[in-house]
């Protein structure tokens, strides 16, 4: 366990290093912050002042240096804007973006479970059409635009929550809902699909046979087994939200990490974008961890016990929960019916 | 066997299966019936595809959403299995009846340790608690000889060998002492000395406890060795039934004497293996009359029009041909045909 954290830190390091250089570079190419910050007739000495006293009159490479080197005595760097420290403000506005994130994942999953499930008991059937109508649709909506219908719909129509802002319960609707679409519509055909093939497995009807009842069957035998491939997925799309539910968060006016990241860009504000950006990064590398563990806690052949056999077979178990048709039983019976099995298996 | 009480405890009459196909519906299993007595072995004889799974997941009600009985009856002692309902099934039948698949590591959850499945059994029909399911569990992996049990019982499916599995599939098949015990193919993905192994132990524990053991199997050797009864399927129809003494030495079906002499035996080393020609029918196009006549070198008008009906055909044997008396004997020698050769 100790030598897997410490593997995946050791590994992870790189790639952070990499975020923060690009975002540096990157962020310093969408202008000179004085143009911003300065009065438009600003003179010549107050720009050099400015540049001087922000560092931005150094090369850049010398910039990163000391960047660097303030990142290992936890400095950030401060605000152009307010002049506060820029990692506390990130740290300040992420709950928020966290507790949405939370919200609209716990949501999701909880009716992509059941809804998935259900599809999956009847393959074709009515109601499996049915998700899989809805599910797609959810899944392909983009949520700038179900955002902006969402606020003309609940907001000024009927009036029923506020367009914007944090106050309430009610002010939590519009946000969750648009958030939730994408990973609703997801999960339920990744745990559909899961589930149909759970079902057929031998080991269901070994379950069966034992007497199990259909809900122990489907909740401790079935569920269990496609909740692996369903965790890899909604890991997927947690991630999606931590690092920014951007659109969502401006246009609610949702004050978390991914708006102060579009403030921070629109008013070149680099300390606050560079400590938001390596913030959501560790977040995400943390968010893997966890997603690891969950996985080898659900899939006793994914630990580092288990050995390499187990964990390819549990892989291939993995990736073959596409959403596809079961093969009718047919096949399996008929399949190898013109070899001469008899022949063949004679000692 | 020392111990045949003979008491019938599976009968199944005329049983039918049927399969809705995009095609059509086709018949799997036609017409099939035979008798599993307590203490003894019978076994379901057959190629890949001639419906002897079928016959035993219509049996353990385990068919596919896509098959379903659709005639016939089961009959486990006494009480026909398909007009139960579904909890009566799961109360009566899951105790009465174990199943043991053939493949085990498919068969076993992955997810869950051994004790955990084995102890499933009794936390459902016995009311036990985790502590007390996990301490049976124990006991079952002694009883079908698992070394170790107490620190196995905590390890997962694929923590064991195929030949351990097997046993752990086995023991949560009898776990309930069931009356009938239902092999599919259990020794099929198995080498040959661990597939000795599991018949030696199917054998005991059929003998232990007294129960009724169907086994399914391709395999014309285990057949002679284990089973006392033989039912012979081809094509969904069984061609021939009787004790495995009898159908062996005097085969009255021409299906039965391809298969026999299809063995590889010491007095032909040298020769060409005999095989029988051509391959079984597909299910849509099963043949009006009789369903080997393709391959049978005794067909004639008549097997083409008229469907032979199981008739006896000699003490306690039957066969499903309209010229079983112009069978000839089987040209192997019964202890040929059941040596089992290592090959060097």
Known sequence: ?347 | MSTITDQAVLQVQNLDVDIRTPQGTLRVVNNVGFTARSGTTLALLGESGCGKSMTAKAIAGLLDPVAQVSGGSAELLGEDLNQMSSSRRRQVASPGLGIVFQDALAALNPVYTVGAQLGEAFRIHRGMGKKQAKAEAVDLMRRVGIPEPETRVNSYPHQFSGGMRQRILIAMAVALNPRLLIADEPTTALDVTVQAQIMALLKRLRTETDMALVLITHDLAVVAEEADDVCIMYAGNVVEQGSVQTVFANPTHPYTKGLLESVPGQGQRGQALSSIPGSPPELSRIPAGCVYQDRCPLASELCRAERPALRETGPGQRAACHFAEQVPHATVSQTGSTEKEIPA
């Open chain 1, 1 to 347: 366990m100790l030598t897997y954290l410490r593997k995946r830190i050791i590994s992870s390091a790189l790639p952070l290093v990499v975020v923060v250089i690009g975002v540096f570079a990157l962020a310093r190419m969408t202008g000179n912050p004085a143009a911003l910050y300065l009065p438009l007739n600003a003179t010549e000495a107050m720009r050099e002042d400015f540049a001087a006293r922000n560092g931005l009159d150094q090369p850049i490479w010398a910039q990163m240096a000391q960047y660097f080197g303030g990142l290992l005595r936890l400095d950030f760097g401060a605000s152009m804007r307010t002049g506060e420290d820029a990692a506390a403000m990130a740290l300040r506005a992420f709950p928020a973006t966290l507790q949405l994130a939370a919200m609209t994942m716990l949501l999701a999953i909880v009716l992509a479970v059941v809804v998935g499930s259900i599809a999956a008991l009847k393959p074709n059937g009515l109601l499996d059409r049915f998700a899989s109508f809805t599910s797609m649709i959810a899944a392909s909506i983009p949520d700038f635009w179900l955002a902006i219908v969402g606020i003309w719909v609940f907001a000024i129509s009927l009036g029923w929550v506020p367009t914007s802002g944090v106050v309430g319960a009610a002010a939590w609707f519009l946000p969750v809902a648009t958030l939730l679409m994408r990973p609703f519509g997801t999960l339920v055909q990744v745990i559909r699909g899961a589930m149909v093939s759970a079902l057929s497995e031998p080991y269901i009807k070994l379950a069966r046979s034992k007497g199990a009842t259909q809900r122990r069957v489907i909740a401790s035998h079935a569920l269990r087994n496609a909740a692996a491939p369903a965790l890899t997925v909604a890991g997927d799309l947690t991630v999606g939200l931590v690092n920014g539910a951007v659109v969502v968060e401006t246009i609610f006016g949702w004050p978390g990490i991914g708006k102060l990241m579009i403030d921070s860009i629109l008013q070149r504000d680099f300390a606050v974008l560079q400590a938001c950006v390596l913030l959501t990064a560790v977040a995400i590398f943390a968010l893997n961890i966890l997603i690891d563990l969950g996985y080898a806690l659900l899939d006793p052949r994914v630990r580092p016990s288990a050995g390499k056999r187990a964990r390819r077979s549990a892989r291939r178990d993995a990736s073959r929960h596409r959403p596809s048709q079961p093969a009718p039983a047919v096949a399996a019976e008929r399949a190898d019916a013109t070899e001469h099995e008899l022949t063949r298996s004679l000692p």
